[in-house]
């Protein structure tokens, strides 16, 4: 009997145990995405003025951040804000640009190993950009769980509606937000990200790669497809064999280094 | 009668739409990973994904924006690869545009 009763009581410690360190995996993601979470307000606030100059809502503006959620996506689809609104080219062109959320999604397998459907499918839809990043970058370093993954989408959620919705309300105020330079601000955050996902040398030639692809797609294509082109064309430069480089070091060592940061297992 | 025109409609199904798109490849991509590949080409391919799309979401806007904007996201960049801090990297490339336009 005794050991019945110290077994049930070692369940529930465990898994008040388990709730206790989702919580402050919660809050660890959270304030780790504090910093960038400035910058999202700064680009969703040029959103909002521009989302109130096209004659859209709020209410509206906020369905989207919620539902959406993508802020790349949701500037092209104000951009595309005419009424009759093309609601099949729009969705079209959300899902180029939003292409690369399935490749997000893929590459935080790892992370969600072992989680229930539920699991996955809740938390999925608070992935973006930004605290992926963050998250992959802290995966990689020290390890990070799906709960600072969600803590990062609560807190880039809270800060993208409030920053959007600000942008919207002072709309009128702000009669020239380039003076500001908040034209730039999508720029300036993607700069930062971009570098924080540099893993070295064997960088260059897929990074080189997709620059120059996506600045040729973006000339010469019409659309968001130069994400996708550059993206998938410079990923695909490390899978192409490279003779001159195998004979300088052996494959084994380069296989163990490139498998490292997705070899290690989620804590 | 305003609440359900037309006008509505169209603007919650472009939402929807919009919302059903990004959602499905968010967890389509979760789910199929499942199923793909976990080594090799393919592995090699994942890794380098994140910092292929990154550069080729931004790649088209610095290169585009002239010698101001290429100054300000070099700024960015150096700052970012230098501090680790992204607020304050972000916070120094708009501080140089801004400062460009207004000596322009």
């Known amino acids: 009997m005794i050991a019945t009763v110290d077994f049930t009581d070692t369940i529930g410690k465990t ?25 999202v307000a700064a680009y ?3 959103l909002g003025m521009l989302a109130a100059q096209k004659g859209i809502t709020w ?12 802020g790349s996506a949701q500037f092209v689809m104000v951009e595309m804000w005419l009424p009759p609104l093309p609601i099949l080219e729009m ?6 640009i939003n292409m690369r ?45 799906t709960g600072f993954l969600l803590g990062g989408g609560l807190c880039l959620c ?6 959007t919705l600000l942008g919207h309300r002072l709309g009128a105020l702000v009669t020239h937000p380039e003076r500001f330079a908040l034209d730039f601000a999508f720029v300036a955050v993607f700069t930062a990200l971009t570098v924080s996902m540099w893993r070295g040398t064997r960088d260059i030639a897929p990074w080189v790669t997709a620059a120059i692809l996506a600045v040729a797609a973006e000339h010469w ?32 060592a380069s296989e163990s280094k490139t498998g490292e940061p997705l070899a290690k297992e989620n804590p | 009668m305003n609440s359900l025109s037309p006008t509505d409609l169209s603007v919650a199904l472009a939402i929807a739409g919009a919302a059903l798109a990004t959602y499905g490849l968010r967890l389509g991509g979760l789910l199929l990973a499942e199923y793909l590949p976990r080594n090799g080409g393919f592995r090699r391919f994942m890794e380098a ?20 904007g290429g100054a300000a996201a070099l700024t960015t960049a150096l700052c970012a690869w230098k501090t680790r801090n992204l607020l304050l990297a972000m916070v120094l490339g708009m501080g140089v545009v801004a400062a460009g336009r207004w000596l322009a």
């Open chain 1, 15 to 39: 898994k008040r145990q388990a709730r206790v360190k989702m919580i402050e995996e919660i809050r660890k993601g959270a304030l780790a995405n504090l910093p960038v979470g400035a910058s």
């Open chain 1, 44 to 46: 969703g606030s040029v």
């Open chain 1, 59 to 70: 209410l509206q503006l906020l369905a989207m951040n919620l539902s959406v959620f993508a």
């Open chain 1, 91 to 96: 969705t079209l062109a959300v899902l180029v």
């Open chain 1, 101 to 145: 959320y399935m490749l997000i999604g893929a590459s935080l397998e790892p992370l969600f190993k072992g989680k229930s459907l539920l699991h996955k499918a809740g938390i999925i839809h608070l992935v973006a950009d930004e605290n992926w990043a963050v998250t992959m970058a802290a995966y990689r370093s020290r390890g990070a769980t």
């Open chain 1, 158 to 163: 809270t800060i993208w509606s409030m920053g």
């Open chain 1, 221 to 252: 294509l019409p659309g968001k497809w130069y994400i996708v082109i550059g993206g998938i064309g410079g990923a695909l430069v490390p899978v192409v064999p490279a003779p001159s480089f195998k004979k300088k070091r052996p494959a084994s």
């Open chain 2, 49 to 68: 994904l994140p910092g292929t799309i990154l550069l080729s979401l931004i790649a088209p806007g610095i290169f585009s924006a002239g010698l101001l």
